[in-house]
């Protein structure tokens, strides 16, 4: 049974001039950008949350997406329907990598024992369709924010038996990736952060999450889990203030806690851009710190504040990620994993393939650009001519702690005033766009 008879094989490329919706215009997964081919750089997963349990609900009105996979009243049954058309999807759509939360999988059950029962149900399901499909999984996750119990938070739930729970969850949604080969696992504090400061000490609740994921990281020892743990920043929704905001706060996070060498980050656009800031600007703080894993590829919407989960179709916006990815030398464990909705209009299974489409393209795009621009080299050498000053003789001594301040201002006497120099915005903007226009 089919539940994608739209699309009768898998999507083809076939180039630029197509007008083919159902075909890609600019990702050939063979070819090769630099070495390696576009596949090998982009390692685009689909996510199974949003594109297979995805209904369209928003905070006005119910469901429009009502799946052909989740008709069966039977949850289990369902369950494996689902899984069933997401591999079929993901087949189709040639992507080598997926993504998703215990609770995505597998219905949570009348108690912990039989949740525990149905995921391992649907581990063994899918440990099969990947067996059959040669789909991986690029990441697993706990869902520990839509059960009422974690209203107040998992890891910094003011109860010890939440944060319990929890704990039990992460487990068993370890154990699952290491069983599927999983790359790496996710950690996103859904409800890890507070409504109202005057009811919350947060101190203590930040130190909690440390504990929770010291406890994660000495289970992965154990159990011989080698895949890379990422924690997700996002500043805030569903909590008013989420503790991992943004990629500095993250690292702050996990140097106050002796972190560094066993979590990197899961970047996420939207996230960026409600945390003020942009991808790039997130990407090259992760970058610098030598810890950014993945990225979550999506995009927000200029008017509405907050998280559309949008694809990305701005060729602008996957050529600046591609550059931060190509400079830091590619993924490792990592990829593209689109936490991406299609609208709530856009209610037919084939909308799935044109978002999924439509993004790949888009940063297939990007990859070639970023390529272009940084075999180019005139960006990369503006920067390095920018800051050479700090090569010479002076600024080293500087740096290397030669200099008092009583020195810098003989320095000032005897040189007066420095001469002010263009940072030329505006042609480093046009030199973009000689490559992406
Ligand atoms: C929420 C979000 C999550 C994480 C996984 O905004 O991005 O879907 O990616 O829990
Ligand atoms: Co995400």
Not at 25 to 32: E, G, I, S, V
Not at 397 to 423: F, M
Request: hydrophobic share 35%.
């Amino acid at each position: 049974m089919s539940y994608f008879p739209e699309v009768a094989e898998r999507v083809s490329y076939e180039g630029k001039g197509s007008k083919n919706p159902l075909a890609f215009k600019h990702y050939d997964p063979a070819k090769k950008v630099g070495g390696k081919s576009m596949a090998e750089h982009l390692r685009f997963a689909v996510c199974y949350w949003h594109t297979f349990k995805g209904t369209g609900a928003d905070p006005f009105g119910s469901a429009t997406m009502l799946h052909p996979w989740e008709k069966s009243a039977e949850p289990i049954q369902a369950a494996k329907d689902t899984m069933d058309a997401a591999f079929e999807f993901m087949s189709k759509l040639g992507v080598e990598y997926w993504c998703f939360h215990d609770r995505d999988i597998a219905p949570e059950g009348a108690n912990f024992k039989e949740s525990v029962d149905n995921l391992q149900t649907l581990v063994e399901y899918a440990s099969e369709k990947q067996a059959d499909t040669g789909i991986k999984l690029l990441w697993g996750t706990a869902n520990l924010f839509s059960n009422p119990r974690y209203q107040s938070g998992a890891a910094t739930n003011p109860d010890p038996h939440v944060f319990a729970y929890a704990a039990a969850q992460v487990k068993r949604a370890i154990e699952a990736t290491l069983e599927l080969g999983g790359l790496g696992y996710t950690f996103w504090g859904g409800r890890e952060g507070y409504d109202t400061i005057l009811n919350t000490d947060m101190k203590r609740e930040r130190e909690q999450l440390a504990k929770f994921l010291w406890m994660a990281v000495d289970h992965a020892k154990q159990i011989g889990f080698k895949g890379q743990f990422y924690i997700e920043p996002k500043p805030k929704e569903p909590t008013t203030h989420q503790y991992d905001s943004s990629a500095e706060s993250c690292l702050n996070f996990l140097r106050e806690f002796h972190l560094m060498d066993y979590l990197k980050l899961n970047l996420e656009t939207n996230h960026a851009t409600l945390a003020g800031h942009h991808m790039a600007h997130e990407m090259r703080v992760a970058s610098d710190a030598g810890i950014l894993g993945s990225i979550d590829a999506n995009t927000g919407d200029e008017l509405i504040g907050w998280d559309t989960d949008q694809f990305p179709t701005n060729v602008y916006l996957t050529t600046q990620i591609m550059v931060e990815v190509l400079k830091m030398g590619g993924f490792k464990t990592g990829g593209l994993n689109f936490d991406a909705k299609v609208r709530r209009q856009s209610h037919e299974t084939v909308d799935l393939f044109h978002a999924h489409i439509g993004g790949m393209d888009a940063f297939a795009r990007g990859l070639e650009i970023a390529w272009a621009i940084l075999e180019d080299g005139r960006l990369g050498d503006f920067v390095r001519e920018r800051y050479a000053d700090w090569e010479s003789e002076f600024g080293r001594k500087i740096l290397e702690g030669h200099k008092t301040l009583n020195d810098l201002e003989d320095h000032v006497l005897r040189h007066g005033e420095p001469e002010r120099k263009s940072g030329r915005q505006e042609m480093l903007e046009n030199l973009i766009n000689e490559f992406v226009l």
